[in-house]
């Protein structure tokens, strides 16, 4: 039986649950750089926004009761993949080695006109 992970700072915009508790495996859905406190997408480079990203990742975390040592993989998509690199300068300091399983996609457009969009999946 699946268990609602929710948050206090971020909400859904649309029919979906931030989060899963499927057992030992949480799921939780691609996270944008929307502050949660004004509720709009973070301005700025895509270093600026993935830092939002990782503050809303690592809050949904924490509503789980995790941290970013339980995250197993990370799926990274990006509106325009000349952005990797310092997407990964922000990227690699929020995690320790061994570094979780990822996959980095080029996708036409993100809601918000977001930058980057980033989703985790990660085990009790």
Not at 3 to 19: F, H, M, N, Q, R
Not at 41 to 68: C, M, W
Request: proline share 4%; charged share 25%; net charge neutral.
């Amino acid at each position: 039986m699946r268990k609602e992970i929710c948050s206090k700072d971020i909400t859904a915009v649309g029919p979906y649950s931030l989060g899963v508790d499927a057992g030992g495996l949480v799921l939780f859905s691609g996270q944008i750089p929307v502050d949660s406190k004004t509720g709009k997408l973070v301005e700025g480079d895509v270093k600026a926004q993935t830092e939002q990203v990782f503050k809303n990742i690592f809050n949904l975390l924490e509503s789980a009761g995790l941290t970013a040592d339980d995250v197993q993989k990370v799926n990274v998509f990006l509106t325009d993949m000349n952005d990797f690199q310092a997407m990964n300068e922000v990227y690699r300091d929020k995690f320790n080695k061994p570094y979780p399983a990822r996959s980095t996609l080029g996708v036409a457009a993100l809601p918000l006109g977001s930058k980057v969009e980033i989703e985790i999946i990660a085990k009790k």
